[in-house]
């Protein structure tokens, strides 16, 4: 008995007692021990006892859809769990399992009640005990609550930040094209004005000239509607769309066959494997197929040379656990030219290119990162060694 009066002594809660309220309380408990992975309450069920850890530890969990669960905090020797029940007998808010061999006191709450008639000054011992836990509970939220926001503030300065840094390179972008077709169009109005001026009598042959000039029109305008396809595909990502169920193997095959073999550079061969046990996955499809088609188109443009190398690529999809829920991993890898570290920093930049006299504009991956961290609700992480290639991996919730 006299344990369990020092324990009761040392554990917070009890503290304030004097010596014989906690006898008294030693006397109305009972003492026992429970194995490893003992559930000693559960959440949901209706609570009518307190516990205090005389020896050992437990942890207190959350269940987390099917299998998974969130441990709220792990208490050891001197802790006390379920001392709301001491007064009513109200669902248990969480799971409490013991983690190893555990000594536990429990007091339930008729023993309680009987005691505190005899004992006054248990009363306002648990009344400042329980406000104590309310308040420290109440500051917990608080912080939690403010915590949110701020994060919520600065992914919302983020936001702004990417939006303006993408307007400026939209401009940046756009300026030199329509530049040069201002020149272009000026030179051509020029020699069609000199031309109509009968004093003129000897016309430069500037026939010439005006296909060059036309040509150098055509080419420029033609970038800058390609610029804008892909500012609008941007745009488009941020709409969202329905999520259906889609067959994983046939999506892929389809992402593949948008890769015709005239159109392609260095891609030769792409090997699949799902090994997802559903094969499936519910989620916005035409976002997933554009990010799988700009890892493949990359890998088409950058990681083999048009004439050299075996082209070889490899998309294995599987399952996975992410954020504590089914979820699903590709990996679309390739083993060609690879990225050098520095260059790997900054490849999700908005028109981050190592391409741009390939007529690249450097928008794919800043693509599929909207389409992954947006619609799809993933991660996007790119590895690369120079010289044995790049894998991108996506995870993805399932549903
Ligand atoms: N698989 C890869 N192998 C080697 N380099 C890659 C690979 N994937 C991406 N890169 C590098 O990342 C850069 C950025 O890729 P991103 O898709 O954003 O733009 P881009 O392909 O250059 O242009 P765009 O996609 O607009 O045609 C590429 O220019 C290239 O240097
Ligand atoms: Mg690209």
Redesign the pocket.
């Given at each position: 008995m006299e344990s369990i009066v020092r324990h009761l002594s040392e554990s917070l809660f009890f503290q304030r007692l004097g010596s014989d309220e906690l006898l008294a309380l030693a006397h109305c408990g009972s003492r026992f021990v429970a194995p490893a992975g003992a559930e000693i309450i559960r959440r949901g069920e209706e609570g009518d006892a307190l516990f205090l850890v005389l020896d050992g530890g437990v942890k207190v969990t959350i269940p987390e859809g099917q299998a998974e669960e969130f441990v709220v905090a792990r208490l050891g020797k001197g802790s006390i769990f379920g001392e709301l029940s001491l007064l009513d007998s109200g669902p248990r808010s969480a799971t409490v399992t013991t983690v190893v061999e555990t000594t536990l006191f429990m007091i339930r709450r008729n023993d309680f009640h009987r005691l505190l008639l005899r004992h006054q000054g248990l009363l306002a011992w648990l009344l400042a005990g329980l406000s104590r836990r309310v308040r420290e509970s109440t500051m917990a939220r608080h912080q939690d609550e403010v915590s949110r926001r701020l994060a919520e503030a600065q992914r919302e300065i983020d936001r702004h930040r990417a939006v303006s840094s993408m307007v400026a390179g939209i401009a940046h972008e756009l300026n030199a094209p329509l530049g040069a077709c201002l020149t272009a169009a000026s030179m051509v109005s020029g020699w069609l004005a000199a031309s109509d001026d009968p004093a003129d009598e000897q016309q430069p042959d500037w026939r010439g000239e005006v296909v060059e000039a036309t040509s150098l029109l055509i080419e420029n305008i033609s970038r800058c509607c390609s610029l804008v396809r892909?500012f609008s595909e941007i745009a488009a990502l941020q709409q969202g769309e329905a999520k259906t169920r889609v067959d994983l193997r046939e999506m892929i095959d389809g992402v593949i066959g948008g890769f015709s073999d005239d159109r392609r550079l260095g891609l030769k061969e792409v090997a699949v494997r799902v090994d997802a046990a559903e094969g499936a996955w519910r989620g916005c499809r035409s976002q997933m197929e554009q990010v799988l088609t700009?890892l493949l188109?990359?890998?088409d443009?950058?990681?083999y040379a048009p004439d050299g190398g075996d082209g070889r690529a490899e998309i294995v999809v599987s399952d996975h656990r992410w954020r504590g829920g089914p979820a699903l991993r590709f990996e679309v890898r390739?083993f060609?030219?690879?990225?050098a570290p520095d260059?790997l920093l900054r490849?999700c930049d908005p028109f981050?290119?190592?391409?741009r006299e390939r007529g690249?504009?450097?928008?794919?991956?800043?693509i599929a990162s909207h389409a992954v961290t947006g619609a799809l609700g993933g991660t996007l992480a790119l590895e690369s060694t120079p010289g044995q290639g790049?894998t991108a991996t996506l995870v993805v919730p399932l549903a």
């Open positions: 892909s700009q188109a990359n890998i443009a950058h990681a390739d060609g030219a690879g990225i260059t490849v981050f290119t190592t391409g690249h504009k450097g928008l794919g991956l800043t790049t």
